[in-house]
Structures are given as structure tokens and as C-alpha cells.
């Protein structure tokens, strides 16, 4: 081949890089290649670009134009109408200059969120392998299950943007790092619907229920003391308001079927106080996402006898029977 033609290629292919990297519209992180949105809804989608800009938004499966202006600080915000099940679909973003989103599936969006016992990977922790993972992992090849994991953030301030992540394809090396319970639920979904599906785990070890609340949420509990900002962070899957700040506020919003929780450990020696913590979560989520009143499916915690951990935890009197039956 010609040099001087492979010279011109090379030289369009990086000017095409340089206009897609430097655009000023910027959707939200958790909007990527490879998303999966939810079908049959208006889904919200958010993002930025320069003040006072006008936002072009052309969605591939009904070519429709949507037309936004941007607030005093960037900010932008659109509800576009989805279709049944179905996809790859692109969605084109135009401020003056191109930033398009490819290989979007519409299906069934499910959101995971917790401690340990959802953060827990297939390949399990070391020396705590899970039974039948290693099968399961090789046999994960999917392309019509999408996986996306909310990158860890404890906070004091709430954050108008997660950490950047990026939706990844079902297959071995990329499941062998997601959650456990979030990979099985969104395989089991995917068979029996036989629809796309996408899954969010948003979960951190060791995590109390009052870190994934809002001040909001906590005014109800006077007990618990909600940090102010810059406060130095102690414990960073436990101090309040700080998991819900970093991980949780950034995609509240993000549309989904419905949400599944696995937590408690963390506030077994407080089951009085945990019964009336976790439904006002889970109202306050339901309220703020302007999702309607989503399915919220939650799994109890172990049988175990936390007495065993005195008096290396708190409280280690009690065990797990009093927080299930809260």
C-alpha cells in the first residue's frame, strides 16, 4: 500500500480522535458504550457542556431530536422515550461538535447495592473461593448481558459525578471481578426474559445502611451524627451520609426496573434502630430516583451467631436473628 495514502489515514483517523476526545458535551459517567437502558420508559440522561449551550440529542432506534440548553453551570438534563427490548442502538450528542455512544442494548436495568456480601466477587476473596463460581465464570460469555460497577467514593460533599467506569460485556474476565448475587440475578433475569439486561453494582465491604442515606433521610435518626463537610473520614464504609455522597447521588436517576440490597452486618447490633433505618431508605431512594415506586427486593443476612466476634464488635451480643426479624 502507498505510504503516502497510509500517511493520509492516519493522519484523518487522529484529527477524528482529537474532535472526539475535546468535545465539550460530556454525558454523566455512568452513560457509556455498552449501556443497557431501560425499555418501555422515558429514561433520563444527564451530563455537561459550556454554559448556556445548546445540546443536540438524536437517539438511532426512532431518530428522534431532542433539544436541550444547558444551565449557568453546564449542566444538562433529558428524559428520551425508549422502545421493547432490542438493540445495538447509538445515541449522537451535538453541542458544535460529535460525541456518540454506540453498541446500546434497551432491556431490563437492575440496580445492586450493599456491603460484602454483594460486593463479593465471582472468584470469591482469598482463601474464600465460591462453590461453582469457576464453572459459571468460563461459561459467562454473554453479549446481551452488560455489567456496570460503581467505582468506590466516600465523601463528605455530594458529588455530581461518579468516578469514571465503563459498561463491560458479560465474558470470564470481567465477571470473575463483578458481584456474585448482582452476575447470577442478571443471569436468571436474562433466561427467563430473554431480553437484554443490564446490572449496577454500587456495594462497599463492611458498608452501614446510614452511609448509603442522605441528611435527608437521617434527620429522623438524631443519634446518628452526620459529618460535616471537609470532616476527616474514619471509617470509610461507615461514617454517614459519605457512601451516599460519592456513589450513590451521582446515578440516583440512572432509569431501572427495580433494585436489589444485601446488607446488615454492618448494623447487626443495632436491629431496633435498623428497622426503621431501612425503610426510610428505601423510600428516600424510591423518591428520588422519579422512578416510581420500583420493586425493592432485598436478602437477609446469614444465620450466624455474631457473639462469636465479642468483643471484637460492638454490640456482639446480638445476633443476626434480631436483624432479620427487623
Known sequence: MNVKFLKKILTFGL?????????????????????????????????????????????????????????????????????????????????????????????????CGGQSNMELPMKGYKGQPNIGSNEAILKSKNPNIRLYTVPRSSITERQENSKPSEWKLSEPEVVANFSATAYYFGTLLNEILDVPVGIINDSYSGSSIEAWMSPEDLKSFPEIKIPSKGDSIKEVSRTPTTLYNGMLYPVIGYSVKGAIWYQGESNYERPDQYESLFPAMVSSWRKNWDNGEFPFYYAQIAPYNYAQLAPFHKGGKYNSAFLRDA
Open 15 to 111: 484529527i477524528v480522535f482529537a474532535i472526539a476526545a475535546n468535545a465539550t458535551v460530556k454525558p454523566a459517567s455512568i452513560f457509556t458504550d455498552h449501556m443497557v437502558l431501560q425499555q418501555q420508559s422515558n429514561v433520563a440522561i444527564w451530563g455537561w457542556a459550556k454554559p448556556s449551550a445548546k445540546v443536540k440529542i438524536i437517539t438511532s432506534w426512532n431518530k428522534e431530536n431532542y433539544s436541550i440548553t444547558t444551565d449557568q453551570n453546564g449542566k444538562w438534563k433529558v428524559k428520551v422515550a425508549t422502545p421493547s427490548a432490542g438493540g445495538p442502538y447509538n445515541i449522537e450528542f451535538n453541542d458544535g461538535e460529535k460525541l456518540i455512544l454506540s453498541d446500546i442494548l434497551i432491556g431490563e436495568v437492575w440496580f
